[in-house]
């Protein structure tokens, strides 16, 4: 049994032989390399090809940083940081905090900001704690990670000394390129390889993900078995009504050639909430260029449904709807009975909050749809290390076939550069010279 379905029912869209064709004609240049941004196709043979001796190196180097440290600050952005995050918060309980059995070490994140307070509120909370550090970045010179890994790496140095620190810090970046990895050379930080050919936010089965994951305790082995799953699923040659990335990447775009402008993808469980911000990357980045894309947006269901269901319900017609899904949840509540109901919930006694959050959902997916926002639901059987693999994995292959589909290069993102130039600029970094003048003229 699959561990992703796509169902359509409910999207209003007629799937035709030539959609079906394009579809697979995407998915083929996806397996033949023979489309735009092909330099960048490391992903999809990825998770086949990690080897047993890979997985097994990130846990022993997983396990020497659990040992050193109680706070392991995982230091990254974008592509560097949303897939480790989205996968940690998927899988761990919200309320370990408080549990006497505190899991160690506790993952944190720096570097995905650039927020004073963030940082020195980071530094002062793990002042108590024993730390490590993980950092990520492909290029090896985004600002926001280095200016945190600078104080990390200088607070690691403090407490710990030169030659310890680097038992406690890890890099993964480029395998020759970039600042990091020059200091990672020669500070000697045992380091791991982002594959040249695998883009930051196609990279959560590299060690980029699967490095603070183990750190955290996730089963990054069943996270690749599920992955290797939706891989085989999804592969070339699988006919289409089969490939659950094939089907949503076609419907999604059917709608998008239909004027609904933007995608908004949501779930009943908050645990996935980070999962909409890592897809929302992946989409956002891939697809958004050439003045043209899908915008992904993102809900929490049912808090949203009290802030933003207004807006789907009535607003702009422009929206569809991606639901994920899931089947079964990890614990049983039962709603008991209350001889007085006061609030009048006796109606609801007996039954498990799960089967009142179904209700909501399919009351919401008909309300939705009947005003006027098409509904796509990704159905999982559950949250589980091996599922949300497949689940990854099924938004990348989509992706890909999707960006296809739209006619731009999925695996670019020339846009991000711009902020960047204005930001150096006004920050007089050397070689900016002339655009300082011109962008404080601008001010
Ligand atoms: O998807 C991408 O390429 C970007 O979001 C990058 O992941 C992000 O900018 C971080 O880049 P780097 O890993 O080079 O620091």
């Not at 079906?20 to 004609?25: L, N, T, V, Y």
């Not at 807006?311 to 990890?330: D, K, N």
């Not at 909501?360 to 589980?384: C, F, K, M, Y």
Request: glycine share 8%; proline share 4%; hydrophobic share 40%.
């Amino acid at each position: 049994m699959k561990n992703v379905k796509v169902d359509i029912s409910k999207a209003g869209v007629e799937i035709t032989a030539e959609m079906e064709a394009r579809a697979q004609a995407a998915n083929s240049l996806l397996h033949s390399g023979k489309g735009a941004g092909n330099d960048f196709l490391g992903w999809v043979r990825l998770p086949s090809s990690i080897t047993d001796s890979e997985i097994a190196a990130i846990t022993e180097t997983a396990a020497k940083l659990r040992a050193k440290a109680d706070v392991v600050i995982c230091i990254g952005i974008g592509g560097s940081y949303l897939g480790a995050k989205a996968v940690l918060e998927a899988m761990s309980n919200p309320f370990q905090l408080l549990h006497k059995e505190q899991q160690t070490p506790t993952v944190l994140f720096a570097g995905q900001n650039i927020s004073e307070d963030y940082t020195a509120e980071l530094l002062a909370a793990t002042k108590e704690h024993s730390i490590a550090a993980i950092v990520i970045s492909k290029s090896g010179t985004t600002t926001e990670p280095a200016i945190a890994f600078r104080l990390i790496k200088a607070e690691i140095e403090k407490r710990y000394g030169k030659q310890e620190a680097a038992e406690r810090i890890v890099a993964v970046t480029d395998k020759a390129r970039g600042a990091l990895k020059t200091l990672a050379t020669q500070e000697g930080y045992p380091t791991f390889v982002i594959p040249d050919d695998v883009g930051g936010r196609y990279s959560v089965l590299t060690p980029v993900g699967l490095l603070p994951l183990a750190v955290a305790g996730v089963d990054i082995a069943a996270l690749v078995r599920g992955a290797q799953e939706m891989e085989q699923a999804t592969a070339e040659g699988v006919p289409f009504a089969e490939n659950p990335s094939a089907i949503y990447a076609t419907v999604r775009n059917a709608l998008y050639a239909s004027g609904k402008k933007i995608e908004i993808l949501g779930s009943y469980e908050p645990k996935l909430q980070y999962i909409n911000e890592w897809w929302k990357q992946l989409y956002g980045e891939s697809e958004g260029k050439q003045g043209k894309g899908i915008f992904p947006a993102s809900v929490t269901l049912t808090a949203d449904l009290h802030s933003m269901g207004q807006y789907i319900q009535e607003g702009e017609r422009t929206l569809f709807e991606t639901i994920i899904s899931v089947a079964r949840p990890a614990s049983k509540v039962v709603i008991e009975a209350d001889s007085e109901n006061l609030d009048g919930l006796n109606y609801l006694a007996g039954k498990r909050i799960s089967e009142v959050n179904r209700m909501a959902e399919l009351g919401v997916q008909l309300a939705h749809v009947d005003g006027g926002v098409p509904n796509l639901r990704v159905e999982i059987p559950e949250i589980s290390a091996e599922v949300i693999g497949s689940l990854l994995y099924f938004f990348e292959k989509a992706c890909g076939i999707s960006g296809y589909l739209l006619g731009v290069n999925p695996f670019d993102q020339p846009g991000v550069e711009a902020y960047k130039k204005n930001m150096f600029a006004l920050l007089e970094k050397p070689g900016y010279e002339e655009a300082t003048k011109a962008i404080k003229a601008r001010l």
